[in-house]
């Protein structure tokens, strides 16, 4: 499908579909980071939004997974109409994830 490559990390979106009652779109993805450790949910984050096109803001990452050994990951992520659907539909723990940590520390 969609792909974006930043330095030796490869992220590609393997299937994306609607979910009409909850205002989103689901996203399964794949990020091959060939000679690094796995990306953080922010740099995910940062990159789902610009290969679709979306806010930031609007971008909540669910699980990034390695298998161990491996160089590739898998995750998957929704996107929301608004923030302030991700907000009345995911989990607290999944949001305060999806923040950078500055923003963590000045919200306790």
């Given at each position: 499908?969609?792909?974006?490559?930043?330095?030796?990390?490869?992220?590609?979106?393997?299937?994306?579909?609607?979910?009409?009652?909850?205002?989103?779109?689901e996203?399964?993805?794949?990020?091959?980071?060939?000679?690094?450790?796995?990306?953080?949910?922010?740099?995910?984050?940062?990159?789902?939004?610009?290969?679709?096109?979306?806010?930031?803001?609007?971008v909540?990452?669910?699980?990034?997974?390695?298998?161990?050994?491996?160089?590739?990951?898998?995750?998957?992520?929704?996107?929301?109409?608004?923030?302030?659907?991700?907000?009345?539909?995911?989990?607290?723990?999944?949001?305060?994830?999806?923040?950078?940590?500055?923003?963590?520390?000045?919200?306790?």
């Open positions: 499908m969609t792909c974006v490559a930043v330095n030796d990390v490869k992220l590609e979106v393997t299937s994306k579909r609607r979910n009409k009652l909850l205002k989103r779109i996203v399964e993805f794949q990020v091959s980071h060939e000679g690094e450790g796995t990306p953080s949910r922010i740099e995910v984050r940062k990159n789902l939004a610009s290969i679709l096109d979306v806010d930031e803001e609007k909540y990452v669910k699980r990034i997974e390695t298998k161990t050994g491996m160089n590739l990951s898998i995750g998957k992520a929704n996107i929301y109409d608004s923030p302030s659907q991700a907000k009345y539909v995911e989990p607290e723990h999944i949001i305060l994830r999806n923040k950078p940590k500055t923003e963590e520390k000045e919200g306790e």
